[in-house]
Each structure stands twice: as structure tokens, then as C-alpha cells.
């Protein structure tokens, strides 16, 4: 295994890989708790379109990943507070969303003739193997910012996750840290979809979360161990899609997470989870 | 796709040798049967889930479908019989669950996992089967290529058991759906019920899978029964009108998926996701303008979408 870190694709993809899933990690724990883990589901909709249209039109993927996930993430929070919206209307929006990205994944690989035929499988299922040596550094910054705003705000937003009522009542801007961490989590979309894939970004932000929750009750070790979890999840799955050929990584990543979530439900603890978590907070 | 490239075929603006054209080719005739069993199909028990609010069971299913899809291609088999296996077994694992296929609560961490986790098994398939990377998008977005004869009457066999199960039980189902405390009380099995309803819905979005592809089955599952349930509150006329909503959102897309380089599913997303809008659109003008008139709701304003776009006009 030392031998392939002596390759730089798989010491590019070891670096951005460990950045990507402690944010995934500490931002999925969040959202966990805050019940807001659809909201995964519809960003990794929106990546897929908006890093195609971004292509499309000849710009970097990066641009339109980013601008799509956090301008969705931006306006499901300013809907979320407002009404209850029906999930038959919200489901036919992002599946008419998703199917404006094929439009534009033929857009692209029809029109331009630089194009690769895999543009739109590489969006949906990650390619973290493919990843040059400014991308990487790339992802580490913006991953390692996300974690850094993420601990900043952890105790105001942990408060305002478990008892809304009282921390506003206290003098927490709920409202503005509920935005703010919506804005974490596009960005931490948009840079798990190049790690993951958008199709499979949900598990990289549910799985590590939820069995982190069930390992612990308190809420600060819950999230330390989200983000460890994750990171080691990642590791995993990029040492067996290096040794293992014809696996991708993306599937390895995904299995790794799947099997811990999979264990945690085999240990039995005295008590259920998200009511000693409230108990403790 | 390739069709449209080589210029075997351009849009003549006289529709009908345009459609002589399109079905002088067998694979674009079975394309259309096809089409038209699974519109009918979905929009009859699509109808039942927009009512049952069960559109989140819908989505888990089909996504269920894609590493059954591609985990057939990958062992020889063709890809409609792994959506049927999957997408049935999955529907029956889903009705043992208590209080699954909700998509809130506690365990949607864990419904979020499995569906990632069973996208990345597709993926996994997709990639051991050598040369296939382009498929993906076709299992994914839907194709109407490769509908063969032996593919459409299995189609059609499936879609007729289950449409007769659904006439069977479409009367206690519907009393069960609109309200199961009073529907127990009256000694009906609203659980059996939910439970066939459950395997209904495996058979149907398995079906509507094979056109629209496993990402994008609210397209015909679900937008062609909620824009006829928004246009009119009577079962008797919501339910064919879904059906011919979804025949012609499927019927056009495949046109417009043949004349174009573009694939059939962001033609039926986007024309049944337009549909949609317009009902919704012509809905809230028909109460903002019929609020002197009868009462909305009550049957008189929307008896059809015609009465609709009279009161809006």
C-alpha cells in the first residue's frame, strides 16, 4: 500500500479524499440531527445539472457544481421556514431538474468536439482517481474550510438543531445559522460530487452520521467520530479500488460506509438514540 | 441518438409522412406500444400513489431498479427482467418494513444509505461489464431503443395482472386510502390492502423504468395522475385523464426523442413536468377568479380541465 502512494493520482485522490470526508462527515452529522438529510438527495440532483450545464457551455465543472448546490441549498432554506411545500410538487421539480442535465449531457457530448464520452458518468458516480494535481489542492482548501466554519458555528448550531424554540429565544440567530450551514452543505456537495459522484453523495453524508449517532449519545464525540468515521471509510475505499481491479472507487467508498452504518445496528445499546441525545444537550 | 446524426431522419413539418417515417422502423413501433401500455399502466397506479402520498415508496423502487437493471445486462440477461426482480422484491421487503417508505423520521439516514449504497452496486455492475459505460446513462435516463417484440408483450401481460388486481381491490383500496382509521373500523385489511398496493407499485415503476430510465419514473408515475387530480377532484374523471395525459406526454416525447439528438427522458420529464405547471397554474387562477362563484373544491368548477381554463379565462 506505501507503493501506491509513490503514484501521484492515488496520493491526489488519498489527499482530497480525507479533506472531502471530514467535511462530509461533520456536515452529514448535522444534517442528520437536524433531519435535513433530503436535502442531500435534491443537491445531488442539482450537481448533476449544474456541473453538465457548466460544460456545456465551455466553463470549468466546478463553477456550475458550486453555483448550483449552494444556490439550491440558499433557496431550500428560504422556502423550507415558509411553507410546507407538498412532496409531490418538490419531487417533480428535481426529477424535471435531473432531466434538464441530460439535455445537457447530450448538449455537451454531441456539440463539443473536445469532449469525453464519460463526462456525464464521471458527474454521477465520481472520479476521484482522475484528479490533477491543482484539483486536489483545491478541493483540500475549500473541504478544509468547510470544516473549519463548520467548528466555528458547531456549538450555536448544535444548540439551534436540538431545541430551536429556547436558542432563539436565547438570542441565537437561528434563522441566519440555519442559511449559513445550508451554504456549507453546497459546498460540501459540490466537492464530494467530484469524490463520490452527486448520485452517491447521500451515503457519503448519511452513512458515517447515522452510525455515529447510534455509537454515541453525546452530541460533540457523535460528530468527532462522524467526520473520523467518514475519513476512514474513504481510506478504505480507496485502498481496495487500487487493489482490486475493476472495482471503482466510488463503489468501494459507498461499501465501506454501508458495512459500518451495517455494524453499528449489530451492537445493542441500553438506550434509543435521538432521545438521549436531547436528554444530554 | 445516432439516428438524428446521420440524417436518416429530419423533422419535415408535414407530421404525417413524419410519422410514416418514424414507424417504418419495427424498434420505434414497439417503442410506441411500449410506451403506451406503460403510460396507461403508471398513470392507473400513479394515480393511487399521488393519492396515498406514497410518491418517496416510488422513488426507493426505481432506485432499487438500476443495479437490477445493470446486474442483468452484466450476467446476459435483458435489462427489463432485472427491473421486474428488483423492483418487485424490493417492494416486498418495503411492505414488511413498519412505517417505511415514509421518508421522514429517524431512519432517514438509513433509507438515504441503502439508496446510495444500491446506486453505487449498479455502478459497480455497470463497471465489470466491460464497454458499457455509455449504457449507463440509457438505464438511467431511459432509452426507447432495444424494446423488442418478446419485451413488449411481456409488458403487456404484466401491465393487464396488474391493472385487473387493481380493479379488484380499487374500491377498498380507495375507502382504505382516503381514510384508513375509518376504513380498519369497518373491518376492511388495510394492511393486506397496502401491501398488494405496495407490489402493484414494484410492477408498475419497474414498468415505467424501461422508458423513462430509474432516475426519472415521476415523470410518468407521478405528474401525469397529480396534473389530472389538480384539474379535476372526481376519481371518475382524474383517473383516464392521467392515463391520456401520460400517453401523450410518452407518445410526444418519443417523437421529440427521435427527431433530436436528445434523449426521451428530458422530452417526457420536461413535457410532463410543463403539464404539471400549467394545471397548477390554471388551478390557482380558477380560485382566484371562481372565489365569487361556487365554491372550489366542490365538484362544480372543475369538472373537466375545459370548465378549468373557461373559469380562468
Known sequence: MIAALSHPFFLHAVLAGTAIAAAAGLTGYFLVLRAQIFTGDALSHTAFTGALAALAVGWDLRIGLFAATVGVALLLGFLGSRSKADDVAIGSAFAWILGLGVFFLTLYTTHRSTSDGNAGVSVLFGSIFGLSASAAWIAVAVAAGVCVALLVLARPLLFASLDEAVAAARGVPVRLLGLAFLVLVGACAAEATQAVGSLLLLGLLAAPAGAAQRLTDSPFRALALSALLAVGEMWTGLAVGYAVPGVPPSFAIMAAATLVFAATFLIRRPDTGTAAVTATA | MPLADAGLTAWSWNPLTDIQVMWSYPFMVNAFRAGAVIAVLSAAVGWFVVL?????????????????????????????????????AAAVVIAMLPGAGQGHGEESALIGTVQAFLLACGFLFVALYKGFLGG????????????????????????VVVLAVLAAVGRPLLFASVDPSVAAARALPVRALSVVFLVLLGAATAEASQITGSLLVFALLVMPPATAQLLSPRAAVSLPLGMLIGLAVTWLGLTAAYYSPYPVGFFVTTFAFAAYVLARAARTAATAFGARGPRPGTGATGGTPHAVEEAAA
Open chain 2, 52 to 88: 396515498r402520498r406514497q410518491t418517496f415508496a416510488a422513488h426507493t423502487l426505481a432506485v432499487v431498479g438500476f443495479p437490477g437493471a445493470s446486474g442483468a445486462v452484466l450476467v446476459g440477461v435483458a435489462s427489463g427482467y432485472g427491473y421486474f426482480a428488483f423492483c418487485l
Open chain 2, 136 to 159: 449507463v446513462d440509457a438505464l438511467l435516463f431511459g432509452s426507447f431503443l432495444g424494446i423488442g417484440d418478446g419485451q413488449v408483450v411481456l409488458l403487456a401481460v404484466v401491465a
